[in-house]
């Protein structure tokens, strides 16, 4: 098998199995902190420091990738997200609201090296597969986002029955999972996928754009941001906190491990539809199929019934926006940024990301408790609006760069 399909394809297992681990985990957290807590206010805090691990490790990680290469920076990172799984379970035995703060903190680690593995992956291939490229390895995230939250009714059952508390189990799941990734990723994963990159250059490569702080001026990074942005805090918004609206409806585990597996399906199962969009309409096409699926997610979430049919599609079309988002922005990152600076540029861009999404997380609680789930749905909605004329107004820059990139 060629070395550059043998690497993708263990790549893309581990991001399946990596995904498995951290959506039981993520499934379980606001549970986890209404356990703990007693109250729903602070329901969305563990989610928020995951995503602040995922976005201080997305720096971290990207500069382990540089400085020792991509498999030892991605280990690196799962080994963390060990330890984070690790401490989750001992604070649910031990009833520690803070040390399961830290765990998240460190688990988050964890899926940033996940998710920073579509950018290896892309690296793989021409600049002008790379959406599609991309849409496969977020495609992965389908099998560990369709188990991984399923998963909590029987990994709570599997940890009564060893004397840990149920929302114990899923963490269990996760530091399984992420320890096997490292492990296969550190023995197996070899020659290096940094070694088989695909040399190029952007034929209208700025001169004068050679360091990340300049990259900021760039129109693809700043329409990368403001879409990648305003997918992640809307799904967010939504995702975390339908949990507790199913659970205070009258749902079981079991109805929100469906509902969020609906949302995860939609995240994962067409990204590569996404990836095909990007690669052969361009940004533009992709991102307006992003901003319109996320509002109209927003609005069927609102009015339908707790924990029925309706809500599962929401959160499908909620899953389907921000996938379209992702991969639109991150393609736009893997072709349209100079090669010298641009790993550094995709870990910052990713660290701004998931530092706004950890915002929307601790928000979240705060905007349920405040407005109720309605409410909240339509403040995900309003958010849209100034990211839709930004959009609107850059459509011609999103036309030209939306082309592939000779080499």
């Known amino acids: 098998m060629e070395p550059r399909q043998r690497t993708g394809r263990l790549l893309f297992g581990g991001a399946a199995m990596g995904a498995t681990g951290y959506f039981a985990g993520l499934a379980a957290a606001p549970l986890a902190a209404e356990d703990l807590t007693g109250a729903v206010t602070w ?31 991605l280990t690196i990172g799962y080994a963390t997200a060990v330890v984070g799984a690790a401490l989750a379970v001992v604070a649910m035995r031990s009833g520690a609201f803070g040390l399961l703060l830290v765990g998240t903190l460190l688990f ?3 899926h940033a090296a996940n998710q920073l593995t579509r950018y290896v992956v892309a690296e793989l291939h021409t600049p002008d597969r790379r959406g599609r490229a991309l849409g496969w390895i977020v495609w992965a995230g389908t099998i560990g986002g369709v188990i991984g939250p399923n998963l909590l009714a029987p990994a709570g059952r599997g940890a009564e029955s060893a004397g840990l508390p149920a929302l114990a189990g899923p963490y269990v799941v996760g530091l399984v999972a992420m320890a096997a990734v490292g492990i296969v990723y550190q023995f197996v994963l070899r020659p290096d996928p940094g070694t ?32 990648m942005v305003t997918g992640q805090v809307v799904m967010v918004w939504l995702m975390s906190m339908t949990p507790v609206h199913i659970r205070e409806g009258g749902g079981d585990l079991g109805r929100v491990g469906l509902i969020l597996s609906a949302h995860i399906l939609g995240m994962y199962a067409l990204a590569p539809l996404a990836g095909w ?29 707790v924990g029925g049919v ?5 959160l499908f079309l909620l899953g389907l926006g ?7 922005g991150s393609t736009m990152l893997a072709r349209g940024v100079p090669a010298t600076i641009r790993a550094r540029v995709q870990g910052r861009v990713d660290t701004a990301v998931f530092l706004a999404s950890a915002g929307a997380s601790l928000a979240a609680g705060l905007l349920l408790d405040a407005l109720g789930y309605v409410g909240l749905c339509v403040v995900a909605l309003l958010a849209l609006v100034l990211p839709t004329v930004f959009v609107w107004r850059s459509r011609r820059i999103l036309t030209r760069r939306a082309e592939p990139v000779a080499v």
């Open 277 to 305: 969009v990007e690669d052969r309409f361009g940004s533009l096409a992709a991102i307006v199929t992003a901003l319109t699926t996320l509002a109209g997610s927003a609005v069927l979430a609102a009015v339908s019934p």
């Open 108 to 110: 988050g680690v964890g």
């Open 322 to 328: 921000w996938s379209f988002a992702f991969v639109a």
């Open 196 to 227: 088989l990159a695909v040399a190029e250059t952007l034929d209208d490569e700025p001169s004068g754009e050679r360091t990340p702080a300049s990259a900021w001026r760039l129109p693809t990074v700043r329409v990368a941001i403001a879409v």
């Open 310 to 314: 309706a809500m599962g599609a929401a």
């Open 43 to 73: 329901s969305g805090l563990p989610g928020a420091m995951g995503i602040v691990g995922t976005a201080l490790g997305a720096s971290l990680v990207t500069g382990l990738l540089r400085r020792l290469g991509r498999r030892n920076g």
